[in-house]
């Protein structure tokens, strides 16, 4: 290791294995890794405040002895939230700004950047949506009302032509500083997957990797079921206006429809997720293929490989 550790930013995107990342490989003492802020104090300092008010001076002053820490560990100091490429619910509208915000806060940071085959990360994202107390069905996520529609950011299919945020924090942080990597690979290539990460971040690869935990979905029937009781039962900045809802309402509808899950016949499940899988390739198509063709361009790998369009 050089004697001045780099920095490693880790910024999403969400649904790529963030959680295994944070909790495993991140924490693990024989990589030498060190993850000393959780997402609270990445929210707080980088993501929460305001335009007008944003200091990337104060924000250092925060995390730096925590990163000179590390470093005199001889640790490799990781700052990872999957917030830092925006929120998929509005759409990433703030995806630049937080760039250029860690570029004026951490200028000597070597950033990764996980994508997920767009298909695959619209349903995940969708199927979180709901599971967080959203009331939309998909078309109604996917294709917000137009009136009002520069009020509120809400989802944008834009947030998925990956190349655009490629590019910006080669821009920001220098080509040789990002790694770009596909999920598809930690899913069927964990060890490729780390070792290229550990590579670029200077870390040791460990000689045993803890399985990547698996968070259950719902099915798409209780997604089905559950967004139309989020409408009445679950109030939060998803749906601020249920009429009906109590403490822990989200918590305890969550836990009723994965009961029902474990009920539910398997061809029921079968039909549901169909018709949810059917109705995002309908809206995708090849939408991103030109995206995906400049992002495999940027990243040096065939994205095709991987099942994106291309």
Request: aromatic share 10%; glycine share 6%; proline share 6%.
């Amino acid at each position: 290791m050089s004697e001045r550790a780099p920095l490693l930013v880790h910024v999403g995107y969400h649904k790529t294995g963030s959680t295994w990342l944070q909790q495993s490989l991140f924490t693990d003492a024989e990589s030498r890794f060190r993850l000393p802020f959780g997402r609270l104090d990445v929210n707080e300092r980088i993501v929460a405040p305001n335009h007008l008010v944003f200091d990337a001076q104060p924000a250092r002053d925060f995390f730096e002895p925590e990163l000179e820490a590390a470093r005199a560990a001889q640790r490799i100091p990781v700052i990872s939230n999957e917030r830092l490429v925006g929120n998929p619910h509005s759409g990433g509208w703030d995806s630049r700004i937080l760039a250029e915000r860690l570029r004026a806060v951490f200028p000597e940071a070597r950033v990764l950047l996980i994508l997920r085959e767009q298909r695959s990360v619209i349903r995940s994202i969708y199927f979180q949506y709901v599971r967080e107390g959203g009331p939309m069905s998909l078309a109604g996520y996917l294709h917000p009302p137009r009136a009002g529609a520069y009020r509120i950011p809400l989802f944008d299919f834009d947030h998925y032509a990956y190349h655009r945020l490629v590019t910006l924090h080669q821009e920001l942080f220098g080509r040789d500083r990002v790694l770009v990597l596909p999920y598809e690979l930690l899913s069927a290539r964990p060890r490729d997957f780390v070792e290229r990460l550990c590579a670029f971040a200077g870390a040791d690869v460990p000689e045993q990797l803890s399985n990547a935990p698996r968070n259950v979905s719902l099915s798409a029937f209780s997604v089905a079921l559950k967004r139309r009781l989020n409408r009445f039962f679950v109030r939060d900045r998803l749906n601020p206006g249920a009429p009906l809802a109590f403490d822990r309402a989200n918590w305890a509808l969550v836990r009723a429809t994965a009961i029902l899950d474990r009920h539910l016949p398997a061809a029921i499940a079968r039909r549901f997720e169909g018709r949810i899988r059917d109705s995002i390739e309908d809206e995708v198509g090849d939408r991103y293929a030109s995206s995906n063709q400049e992002s495999s361009e940027r990243i040096g790998i065939d994205l095709s490989e991987y099942g994106y369009s291309i």
